[in-house]
């Protein structure tokens, strides 16, 4: 099983400045790697896949880069709709199809 | 535009089963495996298992082996997940996810709402 580390746990950014999250795995995905922002009660959104496509409408502010075993994603002016939970997850190496343990956006 | 509607809330004792729905539209039933994905609270995301709505066949997530039940009913376009013998700690929302392409190698492009299972 591919296991996914994402850092840090929690993220403090003020409004405007730039974000930057990391997702590690344990083996390598190319660029198997899709983003997915979570806010609470609400259904996951596709940010990212392919390690760098923007989902359809996605803003240009968030981006994804990587590949391998290292990931990053960046969001370069945080908005307040953009405090939420972010999770990596690999679809490379699957059963099973496996997900960081997210990284919270907070003020 | 591409939805996936599930079904309401339960509450179940432990012990019990849950069967919870997934009706997705706004394209071909069987062109796209759905997922489950749940996160119990406090907790992130855990992948359940998929169902190819073809076929009917099935890859389960090995914590969940012989507990958990896909299933697909063609005639009315629906996915099912039953999980039984529920424990408290099963408690959690129920997501299903739909897979944008069917080679397994593919993002889960939307999602749908949630369904709350509680067990007490």
């Known amino acids: 099983e591919v296991v996914m580390t994402q850092s840090p746990a929690t993220l403090s950014v003020s409004p405007g400045e730039r974000a930057t999250l990391s997702c590690r795995a344990s083996?390598?995905?190319?660029?198997?790697l899709a983003w997915y922002q979570h806010h609470p009660g609400q259904a996951p959104r596709l940010l990212i896949y392919g390690a760098s496509t923007r989902a359809t409408g996605i803003p240009a502010r968030f981006s994804g880069s990587g590949s391998g075993t290292e990931f990053t994603l960046t969001i370069s002016s945080l908005q307040s709709e953009d405090l939420a939970m972010y999770y990596c997850q690999q679809y490379n190496n699957w059963p099973p199809w496996t997900f960081g343990q997210g990284t919270k956006v907070e003020i | 535009q591409v939805q996936l509607v599930q079904s309401g809330a339960e509450v179940k004792k432990p012990g019990a089963s849950v069967k919870v729905s997934c009706k997705p539209s706004g394209y071909s039933f069987g062109d796209n495996y759905i997922h489950w994905v749940r996160q119990a609270p406090g907790q992130g995301l855990e992948w359940m298992g998929r169902i190819n709505p073809n076929t009917g066949d099935t890859n389960y997530a090995q914590k969940f082996q012989g507990r958990v039940t896909m299933t697909r009913d063609t005639s009315i376009r629906t996915i099912y997940m039953e999980l039984s013998r529920l424990r408290s700690d099963d408690t959690a929302l129920y997501y299903c996810?739909?897979?944008?392409?069917?080679?397994?190698?593919?993002?889960?492009?939307?999602w749908g709402q949630g369904t709350l299972v509680t067990v007490s």
């Open positions: 996810a739909r897979e944008c392409g069917s080679s397994g190698w593919c993002h889960f492009d939307y």
């Open positions: 083996q390598s995905l190319g660029t198997n």
